[in-house]
């Protein structure tokens, strides 16, 4: 596996900017830098090397004009996540995780955004050169497009805009492997009912709930057969997160606390004759 990308112009930071020799590549996290005018992507570069106080890093950044730099070897984790725990509300696709510093196992690209909530729109030739390079992590680290993951996905309260708007629709249609048969936003029911808010969040129009994560990935997967969300994700269950639909329960359970079903892991539909299902659909 190469370390580097071939179509990066290579900016190292100090090593005590990274966390040596640890990324299993778990996810891709997407960002933006919310500052500063003018600035490119050689300019935070330099900037990420020469801060001695936080000691920010990301494996890469993107400017405007579509230059990509790299700052972090692809062996190493960056600092780009912080290093706290991920944030009430944050995604529960990362419970796939057992660490809580989510900079160990994962890649960070940074896209420079002149407005100070990351308000702008990419740029074309920032657009393409993000999605080339998606592509090749991808390609190169074997992670499927369900894994790319927004920063407000970890710190939805800190990070709420980051990384402001992108192009999701259009990335998953680049990328194209994996999504072909699963439930698309665009398939009519999908449309009539839902609008995708983040990478891997659909809200419901007409109910106003939001399925993510690792519920929507198996929503998807069973092409939306327990039609619409009327709960958002319940955690009244321990280690269990499950969310009720009008034709079923979708539960969210990696370590098999409620059901054992074959073939079906982290996500599964309820059994209807199960305690939990009677106290729900009763």
């Given at each position: 596996?190469?370390?580097?990308?071939?179509?990066?112009?290579?900016?190292?930071?100090?090593?005590?900017?990274?966390?040596?020799?640890?990324?299993?590549?778990?996810a891709?996290?997407?960002?933006g830098?919310?500052?500063?005018?003018?600035?490119?992507?050689?300019?935070?570069?330099?900037?990420?090397?020469?801060?001695?106080?936080?000691?920010?890093?990301?494996?890469?950044?993107?400017?405007?004009?579509?230059?990509?730099?790299?700052?972090?070897?692809?062996?190493?984790?960056?600092?780009?996540?912080?290093?706290?725990?991920?944030?009430?509300?944050?995604?529960?696709?990362?419970?796939?995780?057992?660490?809580?510093?989510?900079?160990?196992?994962?890649?960070?690209?940074?896209h420079?955004k002149?407005?100070?909530?990351?308000?702008?729109?990419?740029?074309?030739?920032?657009k393409?050169?993000?999605?080339?390079?998606?592509?090749?992590?991808c390609?190169?680290?074997?992670?499927?497009?369900?894994?790319?993951?927004?920063?407000?996905?970890?710190?939805?309260?800190?990070?709420?805009?980051?990384?402001?708007?992108?192009?999701?629709?259009e990335?998953?249609?680049?990328?194209?492997?994996?999504?072909?048969?699963?439930?698309?936003?665009s398939?009519?029911?999908?449309?009539?009912?839902?609008?995708?808010?983040?990478?891997?969040?659909?809200?419901?129009?007409?109910?106003?709930?939001?399925?993510?994560?690792?519920?929507?990935?198996?929503?998807?997967?069973?092409?939306?057969?327990?039609r619409?969300?009327?709960t958002?994700?319940?955690?009244?269950?321990?280690?269990?997160?499950?969310q009720?639909?009008?034709?079923?329960?979708?539960?969210?359970?990696?370590?098999?606390?409620?059901?054992?079903?074959?073939?079906f892991?982290?996500?599964?539909?309820?059994?209807?004759?199960?305690?939990?299902?009677?106290?729900?659909?009763h």
């Amino acid at each position: 596996m190469s370390d580097t990308y071939p179509d990066a112009l290579q900016i190292f930071v100090p090593r005590s900017h990274v966390f040596w020799d640890c990324n299993p590549h778990y996810a891709i996290v997407v960002h933006g830098t919310a500052c500063c005018q003018g600035m490119t992507a050689q300019d935070w570069a330099h900037t990420f090397a020469n801060d001695e106080v936080e000691q920010k890093s990301s494996h890469f950044i993107i400017g405007k004009d579509g230059t990509v730099v790299q700052c972090v070897s692809l062996r190493d984790g960056a600092g780009a996540n912080d290093t706290r725990q991920r944030q009430a509300g944050y995604d529960t696709f990362w419970d796939g995780t057992p660490v809580d510093n989510l900079n160990l196992v994962t890649v960070s690209i940074e896209h420079v955004k002149w407005d100070d909530n990351n308000a702008d729109e990419l740029t074309p030739a920032q657009k393409q050169a993000s999605f080339r390079l998606i592509k090749w992590l991808c390609d190169t680290l074997h992670i499927p497009a369900s894994h790319i993951k927004t920063h407000a996905s970890i710190a939805p309260k800190d990070r709420a805009d980051c990384p402001g708007p992108y192009p999701w629709t259009e990335l998953y249609q680049f990328l194209g492997e994996g999504e072909d048969d699963m439930l698309q936003i665009s398939d009519p029911f999908a449309a009539a009912h839902f609008t995708q808010i983040a990478p891997n969040r659909w809200r419901c129009v007409t109910t106003n709930q939001d399925v993510f994560g690792g519920i929507l990935d198996f929503y998807r997967r069973i092409a939306g057969a327990p039609r619409l969300p009327l709960t958002g994700e319940q955690h009244d269950v321990p280690d269990v997160t499950y969310q009720v639909f009008e034709a079923g329960v979708i539960v969210f359970d990696p370590q098999h606390k409620l059901d054992h079903p074959t073939g079906f892991d982290p996500s599964y539909l309820l059994r209807l004759d199960s305690e939990l299902a009677k106290k729900l659909l009763h």
